[in-house]
T-cell receptor, first 115, second 115 residues
Framework: AQKITQTQPGMFVQEKEAVTLDCTYDTSDPSYGLFWYKQPSSGEMIFLIYQGSYDQQNATEGRYSLNFQKARKSANLVISASQLGDSAMYFCAMRAGGSNYKLTFGKGTLLTVNP | NAGVTQTPKFQVLKTGQSMTLQCAQD?????MSWYRQDPGMGLRLIHYSVGAGITDQGEVPNGYNVSRSTTEDFPLRLLSAAPSQTSVYFC??????????????FGAGTRLSVL
């Protein structure tokens, strides 16, 4: 069975500062993928970034980067230069093996960016 | 540019009523899934489909039925609504791809209240 743990129910950051949202995962499958989604107050789920278990380098997408530490089974999301519009719920999720129809989600971290 | 479309956006039911949540995607994706989101629980998989005519149960299937007669549509049926089914429901779709960056695209969600 797969499991995703997000230990930070809420985080606060000042505008223009960087913030790290924690995610640890557990799976026995050597092939897996890790995703981060953003859910603003409007409710939709927005894909941010992906890291494959065999990827050699950490993923980056604009201001988002994923700090992937395979041995520690962690996949932390780093948001650089936070903006007020980054205030939202952030979910870490994992697919194990080839099951691209199924994601296992963490409980989420609510990020608040202060002006 | 529709992506994944869910209807209705909001619904209030009485205990014991039945209804169908609609989901349609126009990206020709093979895989489709239904999740429910409850406060503090993240998203949990209800049912999924890997192609037309093929469905299977996820983590929390009780009280729900699905069918997939076409690639585009994947309706979720509540047979006899219960207050425990009060939740936000998300439909998602993705390509069939193994060991790849295979993003699940989500609909905007249906907020369901069962009284």
């Amino acid at each position: 069975a797969q499991k995703i743990t997000q230990t930070q129910p809420g985080m606060f950051v000042q505008e223009k500062e960087a913030v790290t949202l924690d995610c640890t995962y557990d799976t026995s499958d050597p092939s897996y993928g890790l995703f981060w989604y953003k859910q603003p107050s409007s409710g939709e789920m927005i894909f941010l970034i992906y890291q494959g278990s065999y990827d050699q380098q950490n993923a980056t997408e604009g201001r988002y980067s994923l700090n992937f530490q395979k041995a520690r089974k962690s996949a932390n999301l780093v948001i650089s230069a936070s903006q007020l519009g980054d205030s939202a719920m952030y979910f870490c999720a994992m697919r194990a093996g080839g099951s691209n129809y199924k994601l296992t989600f963490g409980k989420g971290t609510l990020l608040t960016v202060n002006p | 540019n529709a992506g994944v479309t869910q209807t209705p956006k909001f619904q209030v039911l009485k205990t014991g009523q039945s209804m169908t949540l609609q989901c349609a995607q126009d990206m020709n994706h093979e895989y489709m899934s239904w999740y429910r989101q409850d406060p503090g629980m993240g998203l949990r998989l209800i049912h999924y489909s890997v192609g037309a005519g093929i469905t299977d149960q996820g983590e929390v299937p009780n009280g729900y039925n699905v069918s997939r007669s076409t690639t585009e549509d994947f309706p979720l049926r509540l047979l006899s609504a219960a207050p425990s089914q009060t939740s936000v429901y998300f439909c998602a779709s993705s390509r069939r791809a193994v060991l790849a960056k295979n993003i699940q695209y989500f609909g905007a969600g249906t907020r369901l209240s069962v009284l």
